[in-house]
């Protein structure tokens, strides 16, 4: 799992929702050099772009099972802080080897995650939420992290109907 090592502010994001890929979230303007892979590989995928700094670059649900989907009917609002907050993640354990392509990614292929979709968020679980004991938040998102500084959760927060619509649609679920 992915372990925090530093917290960041950011200065440019953007969440694509297209009823095609779940959602789609861009921190820069740069591609990723590293890649974390979650899920089983098959039915549910969850793709982590960082930077060789450990800066959260982008973060892409590739594929998950809408019957798997968890629907809360809550809404979670979260207001307007002056900073916004990005975790940075160790990467020490990644492999420099620049000619060998397969080195710029870990898989967790056997990471099962969770997905809640509520009325204006959507939250995918890592780890168990009862061993979350801090969170980095702004009005966007918010990252869950437990004692051991690894990431449990990550919520995309004020969400428009709109968007909503498209993320059910890309689940291919049908409201």
Known sequence: MLKR??????????VEIDGYVPFDIHFN???PDLYWRGGNGRTSLVEIGLLKTGELSTITLVSFSC???????KNLFSSDLAQVYLPIFDVSSWSDDSDDFSSRFKDAFDTEFQLFMGKNYIELVFLPLENTIEYVRDCNFSFGFNVNN?????????????????????????S
């Open 29 to 31: 303007e740069k591609s």
């Open 5 to 14: 090592i530093n917290i960041s502010t950011y200065y440019y994001h953007s």
């Open 150 to 174: 690894e990431l449990t959760s990550l919520q995309i927060l004020n969400i428009d109907e709109v968007k909503m619509k498209l993320f059910r649609e890309s689940l291919r679920f049908d």
């Open 67 to 73: 019957h798997k989907l968890i629907q809360t009917g």
